[in-house]
């Protein structure tokens, strides 16, 4: 099956692995997608993420939360040969948080406390990234130099590119911007 790009059509993804359709937050049937944690993930090539300012934005609902046994999860991620810009989340210091990185830079966003959905939002404008949750900032931290891509630009759904780390849960309604969709 396919991912469809909604919006522009440029960006529809093939599923890979056993990727299937699911209830979304608004309890709408096969209008999210269900990830194993194992091996699930949508394939998407593009070259839509090319300046220095954008965002990404996805609603998600883990099936449990991170630990020391599973510690990362990525939700969203492009690059080429590396996660260069990802969303994602994280077993860090004791705690579960939600994650962005964008160029080796990282931001994270509070503890976790529930498998709830959940809207998250990575913002990259020129020397900052910040991570919104459920609309409001949880977090800024300052970067230098401009965002980099590698050629061929590749984005997954529900696993980084490189070092297996698959998402477990449903993510719905995931937008790439090329710009800022805050400040």
Same mark, same amino acid.
Request: proline share 2%.
């Given at each position: 099956? /396919?991912?469809? &790009?909604?919006?522009?059509?440029?960006? @529809?993804?093939? *599923?890979? +692995?056993? !990727?299937? =359709?699911?209830?979304?937050?608004?309890?709408?049937?096969?209008?999210?997608?269900?990830? /194993?944690?194992? &091996?699930?993930?949508?394939?998407?090539? @593009?070259?839509? *993420?090319? +300046?220095? !300012?954008? =965002?990404?934005?996805?609603?998600?609902?883990?099936?449990?939360?991170?630990?020391?046994?599973?510690?990362?999860?990525?939700?969203?991620?492009?690059?080429?040969?590396?996660?260069?810009?990802?969303?994602?989340?994280?077993?860090?210091?004791?705690?579960?948080?939600?994650?962005?990185?964008?160029?080796?830079?990282?931001?994270?966003?509070?503890?976790?406390?529930?498998?709830?959905?959940?809207?998250?939002?990575?913002?990259?404008?020129?020397?900052?990234?910040?991570?919104?949750?459920?609309?409001?900032?949880?977090?800024?931290?300052?970067?230098?130099?401009?965002?980099?891509?590698?050629?061929?630009?590749?984005?997954?759904?529900?696993?980084?590119?490189?070092?297996?780390?698959?998402?477990?849960?449903?993510?719905?309604?995931?937008?790439?911007?090329?710009?800022?969709?805050?400040?």
């Amino acid at each position: 099956g /396919d991912a469809v &790009d909604s919006q522009s059509g440029l960006n @529809t993804g093939s *599923l890979q +692995n056993g !990727t299937v =359709a699911t209830t979304n937050r608004i309890n709408e049937a096969n209008k999210a997608l269900q990830f /194993d944690g194992i &091996d699930d993930f949508v394939n998407i090539q @593009t070259n839509q *993420l090319n +300046n220095n !300012t954008f =965002a990404f934005a996805t609603w998600v609902k883990l099936d449990q939360l991170p630990d020391v046994n599973n510690p990362e999860q990525v939700i969203f991620s492009m690059g080429s040969a590396f996660d260069q810009h990802y969303l994602g989340v994280e077993y860090t210091n004791g705690n579960a948080a939600w994650k962005f990185s964008s160029n080796g830079a990282t931001v994270y966003a509070g503890n976790i406390v529930n498998t709830n959905w959940h809207l998250l939002v990575g913002v990259r404008t020129g020397g900052q990234i910040k991570i919104y949750v459920d609309g409001y900032l949880s977090n800024t931290v300052n970067t230098s130099g401009a965002a980099s891509y590698d050629s061929p630009l590749t984005a997954r759904i529900g696993s980084s590119i490189i070092n297996n780390k698959f998402f477990k849960g449903k993510i719905d309604d995931v937008k790439l911007f090329n710009g800022s969709l805050i400040d």
